[in-house]
């Protein structure tokens, strides 16, 4: 018989409170406490189990049993939403800009949901790595050092040479444990891109963590706004290669927990990427509100105004917004069963 997997549940529990029990007994989960799938699953109204403490949340699913320890994963998605990482520069000899930074990857255990531990593999010890942020035409100098046991690679999305590729075969390759490289290249096109480890089996090594965000500013920037990087990902935690949580920045519920605080009719810029696995498309959906989209970032004319977008894995966009209203909306992809597994959050106006 075929293994009980979330999925198969989901489709043959009409109502998740129902299927608590046999989600517990299936997902496997590191402590003797509830797993998130429980929690997940008594929090539901819809499903009729035991009240959800986080009543707060407007009846939104959410974990509970307390709150993941940031400080003992060693990065905090509420810092990581505005951490731009602008690297060391210096002049090179015909003026152009270098840039540089280091990035180490490495293993090492995160709390992905109160209670549940996840064996994680990531860059400068943070999921979603450093997001790396340069100007159109500038040089990027990346040192890539492997701490971890596997080899592993940084594969960056843009034109650039074929040995910087960051794939086997191609400059230095595979680098295996211990072992180091430069990846240089020029900063183009504009727009917001991706990278992460090109070593097989890859969706294992993109699903453990290894990935990031490469924001490009146009020569002649974007307008001033209050800007946010949001990575949408996702964790097997039972490797059957289909994901049990779901996020924006690793930690499901995060933004719910503690919404992200913007201003009323400031320009919000939001730059959003997908790397989740497993799963073939992902949303964002915002209520009581529009934006404008501009895919890959890579022109300064939106093509579309909408309150929710689609992207499979690797597609990034920027969303640009104000909020006219003082007050709490919600964001989450507008795949509801990825909603109730973490990914959703509240921006509150002041
Ligand atoms: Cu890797």
Not at 36 to 51: F, M, N, R, S, Y
Not at 71 to 91: C, L, Q, V, Y
């Amino acid at each position: 018989m075929a293994p009980l997997t979330r999925r198969k549940l989901l489709r043959s529990v009409p109502a998740l409170g129902l299927g608590a029990a046999a989600l517990h007994a299936t997902i496997p989960h590191s402590h003797g406490t509830a797993t998130a799938a429980e929690h997940e699953a008594h929090g539901t109204p819809e499903g009729g189990a035991a009240a959800p403490h986080n009543a707060g949340r407007g009846g939104h699913a959410g974990f509970r049993g307390g709150e993941v320890d940031h400080r003992a994963n060693g990065f905090d998605p509420h810092e990581i939403i505005r951490d731009f990482d602008w690297g060391k520069t210096s002049k090179l000899p015909d003026g152009r800009t270098l840039r540089e930074w280091t990035l180490a990857a490495g293993e090492h255990e995160i709390e992905i949901a109160p209670g549940v531990k996840f064996a994680a593999w990531s860059y400068n010890g943070r999921i979603p790595g450093p997001t790396l942020r340069a100007k159109e035409g500038e040089r990027l100098r990346i040192r890539f050092f492997n701490g971890g046991d596997h080899p592993h690679t940084i594969h960056f999305h843009g034109i650039h040479t074929a040995p910087a590729d960051g794939v086997l075969g191609l400059g230095a390759g595979e680098i295996p444990p211990g072992g180091s490289t430069v990846y240089e290249f020029d900063a183009l096109p504009f727009g917001l891109h991706l990278y992460h480890c090109h070593v097989r089996p890859l969706a294992e090594h993109i699903a453990k963590g290894l990935y990031g965000t490469i924001v490009i500013d146009p020569k002649d920037p974007r307008p001033k706004a209050d800007e946010l990087i949001m990575v949408m990902n996702g964790f097997d935690t039972n490797f059957d290669r289909a994901n049990e949580l779901y996020a924006a920045n690793t930690i499901g519920f995060a933004y719910s927990d503690r919404p992200i605080q913007v201003k009323r009719d400031e320009l919000v810029r939001v730059y959003l990427v997908n790397v989740l696995e497993y799963d073939l498309i992902n949303s964002f959906h915002l209520h009581g509100n529009f934006f404008h989209y501009f895919p890959t970032g890579t022109s300064m004319q939106p093509v579309e105004f909408t309150d929710t977008i689609m992207q499979c894995q690797g597609q990034r966009g920027i969303l640009e917004m104000r909020f006219p209203y003082a007050g709490k909306y919600m964001f989450h992809a507008h795949q509801s069963e990825f909603t109730e597994l973490g990914w959703m959050g509240f921006f509150e106006v002041s």
